[in-house]
Antibody, heavy 122, light 107 residues
Framework: QVQLVESGGGVVQPGRSLRLSCAAS????????IHWVRQAPGKGLEWVSF????????IYADSVKGRFTISRHNSNNTLYVQMNSLRPEDTAVYYC???????????????WGQGTLVSVSS | EIVLTQSPATLSLSPGDRATLSCRAS??????LAWYQQKSGQAPRLLIF???NRATGIPARFSGSWSGTDFTLTISRLEPEDFAVYYC?????????FGQGTRLDIK
């Protein structure tokens, strides 16, 4: 069965960095775009970033552009996001999510990880 | 970016009732709209994609419809496990955006 498992969250001071990982299994990882979506405590869902199946295309929300870098290693079925210059407003649960339809990236996400909490605080 | 406005913010109903949740897009997104269910402490679960298609394993009591920029999620007869928060999401225009959510409470 499809599984996405995030790791790497924690408490970090403003201005510092953190790298999250998402380990995928149960599907052909190299055939699908993958996204990061976050949810601040008690708030709604916010799309953060996308990488295409081959990793050559990446897109970012304006709120993280220039600070976050998404990447993937298809050889070991893992997605990453490097988060630099973290701000208190980046505090959220971060989910990785898989595209439902490989030909229509971003139109819906059929599998999600359980999420990893990032807390940015001094 | 596309703004999705969900209504109502909160819906209080009883098991066995019919639930109708709405999502309006600020611009046409064609049929590229999805619905998700999220329970407390859990990840979102895809219910409907491309406005009307049920995702794998989703019961038939969940259905989606649309007209223009107005989208509807209908739950025909509420089960106790259906009380949760529901989000719509558009994928026609980048960036993908979500509505603010509708909380479905037990009356």
């Amino acid at each position: 069965q499809v599984q996405l498992v995030e790791s790497g969250g924690g408490v970090v001071q403003p201005g510092r960095s953190l790298r999250l990982s998402c380990a995928a299994s149960g599907f052909t990882f190299s055939s699908y775009g993958i996204h990061w979506v976050r949810q601040a405590p008690g708030k709604g869902l916010e799309w953060v970033s996308f990488t295409s199946d081959d990793g050559k295309k990446t897109i970012y929300a304006d709120s993280v552009k220039g600070r976050f870098t998404i990447s993937r290693h298809n050889s070991n079925n893992t997605l990453y996001v490097q988060m630099n210059s973290l701000r208190p407003e980046d505090t959220a649960v971060y989910y990785c999510a898989k595209d439902t339809i490989r030909e229509l990236p971003g139109t819906s996400f059929d599998y999600w990880g359980q999420g990893t909490l990032v807390s940015v605080s001094s | 970016e596309i703004v999705l406005t969900q209504s109502p913010a909160t819906l209080s109903l009883s098991p066995g009732d019919r639930a109708t949740l709405s999502c309006r897009a600020s611009l046409s997104v064609r049929n590229l709209l999805a619905w998700y269910q999220q329970k407390s402490g859990q990840a979102p679960r895809l219910l409907i994609f491309e406005a009307t298609n049920r995702a794998t394993g989703i019961p038939a009591r969940f259905s989606g419809s649309w007209s223009g920029t107005d989208f509807t999620l209908t739950i025909s007869r509420l089960e106790p496990e259906d009380f949760a928060v529901y989000y719509c999401q558009q994928g026609r225009h980048w960036p993908p955006t979500f509505g603010q959510g509708t909380r479905l409470d037990i009356k």
